[in-house]
């Protein structure tokens, strides 16, 4: 696809094969000279959004060079769907950390998950959920952000998860609506009981 795309495989638009017509994606982008993009862009890439799955991933990205496809994909969703940057500044971050960079899978899996690739599907992914599968117990947030640990109250709460329901300040610097980062029926859980984890597992 990158080789038969050309230079279109960059483009703001990306390279969706469907020919129906739909509603394009309305970009913030710093080609405008948006600066106001700059405060949630740094804080995006340097791994302080206040969402526990992304900073870390990006922490683990900037000190090893490496990430996993799955807190990738989180991270795009964050600075794409819930911060509506353009694309191609991940991409080219990304680009510039990654050790085992490719340029067609780099690429094209920011398409993909920008949801202006070959498969134009949207995909939100809700990261507080998706810690609570793929992270249940904490082990990879907490290797990255040391600084949960000093509003952690014991070992069975669920901080690492939603550090913003235990610190006032934590919830201040949040970039963007902790509740749009959970699925409706994690949010029901949480409504319901006041906690995300069966009670089995603490």
Not at 39 to 60: F, I
Not at 66 to 79: G, M
Not at 133 to 145: A, H, I, P, R
Request: charged content about 25%; hydrophobic content about 35%.
């Amino acid at each position: 696809t990158c080789m038969a795309s050309g230079p279109n495989f960059y483009q703001l638009d990306g390279i969706p094969i469907s020919k129906k017509k739909k509603q394009p994606v309305v970009w913030k982008s710093f080609e405008d000279g948006n600066k106001e993009l700059e405060p949630h862009w740094t804080r995006w890439a340097s791994g302080n959004t206040g969402l526990p799955l992304v900073d870390a991933a990006m922490r683990e990205l900037i000190n090893t060079g490496y990430c996993s496809n799955r807190v990738r994909q989180n991270v795009a969703s964050v600075l794409t769907k819930d911060l509506g940057i353009d694309w191609r500044a991940g991409a080219e971050l990304f680009q510039l950390l990654l050790e085992d960079h490719c340029v067609g899978a780099n690429w094209g899996n920011w398409l993909y998950f920008s949801g202006v690739g070959p498969d134009p599907k949207q995909r939100h992914f809700r990261t507080v959920s998706q810690a609570l599968k793929y992270d249940e117990t904490g082990s990879y947030v907490m290797k990255w952000l040391p600084e949960l640990k000093k509003v952690m109250k014991d070992n069975d709460d669920e901080t690492f998860l939603r550090p913003w329901d235990f610190c006032e300040k934590w919830k201040k610097n949040m970039i963007v609506n902790p509740e749009s980062q959970y699925t409706w029926q994690d949010m029901s859980s949480l409504n319901e009981t006041g906690l995300l984890r069966s009670k089995a597992l603490h």
